[in-house]
């Protein structure tokens, strides 16, 4: 079993829906979330990056962290055709220790 | 616009050549990673390193991949021989380590080997 799970998907949606992504983990040592988004053919970039529990909001943009749960999310609120995309979750425990990804879930948002 | 570096950006070679992978890492970020990525596997950890130093490369298949930091300014993949499983876009990302940690993507080497 991996450390950390990502339903890779696709997810298809109509423009203007609230989309959700969301990762569960085991390791529970792991204390730093993020939120990478992947286009075609590019590398990852970051998106959002939280540190434990909690909410964090950034524009159309919201990451949710459930540490009791083992489990992380991202919403999206009105997504656009330029989300369309893989997103892929990342976490680490802190300190030097490596960053360990999920496989992505690709979103497709449908004009 | 400070990014990280990667060459060449698409490389197909024949089954049992040497392949090497560069990457300049975003100047001042002291961590290099090394990650490969398959539809099948996601992205996969091969090696990273602190200050040029090797951290792990537990990751990495140790008789055909090598991974160097011949300075602060340049990373090295190499695999020698090549195989067609080693077949999959390997990215290289740089960080500034402590606890709030970020790592930033190059663009990636898509290999293909036949």
């Known amino acids: 079993q991996k450390e950390v799970e990502q339903d890779p998907g696709p997810l298809s949606v109509p423009e203007g829906a609230i989309v959700s992504l969301n990762c569960t983990y085991s390791n529970s040592a792991f204390q730093y979330f993020m939120w990478y988004r992947q286009y075609s053919r590019k590398g990852p970039e970051l998106l959002m990056y939280t540190y434990s529990s909690g909410n964090k909001e950034d524009g159309r943009f919201t990451a949710q962290v459930d540490k009791s749960s083992k489990y992380i999310s991202l919403f999206i609120r009105d997504s656009q055709p330029c989300d369309s995309a893989t997103f892929l979750c990342a976490m680490h425990s802190g300190g030097y220790q490596k960053v360990t990804f999920g496989t992505g879930t690709k979103l497709q948002v449908i004009p | 616009d400070a990014r990280v570096t990667q060459t060449p950006r698409d490389k197909v070679t024949e089954m049992g050549q040497e392949v090497t992978m560069r990457c300049q890492p975003i100047?001042?970020?002291?961590?290099v990673f090394w990650y490969r990525q398959t539809m099948k596997q996601g992205l996969e950890l091969l090696a990273y390193?602190?200050?040029?130093?090797?951290?792990?490369d537990s990751g990495m298949p140790k008789d055909r991949f090598s991974a160097e930091m011949p300075d602060a300014t340049l990373a090295t993949l190499k695999i020698q021989p090549s195989e067609p499983r080693d077949s999959a876009v390997y990215f290289c990302?740089?960080?500034?380590?402590?606890?709030?940690?970020?790592?930033?993507f190059g663009q990636g080497t898509r290999l293909t080997v036949v």
């Open positions: 990302a740089s960080g500034l380590w402590g606890g709030d940690t970020q790592a930033f």
């Open positions: 390193f602190r200050n040029r130093a090797p951290l792990d």
């Open positions: 100047l001042g970020h002291n961590t």
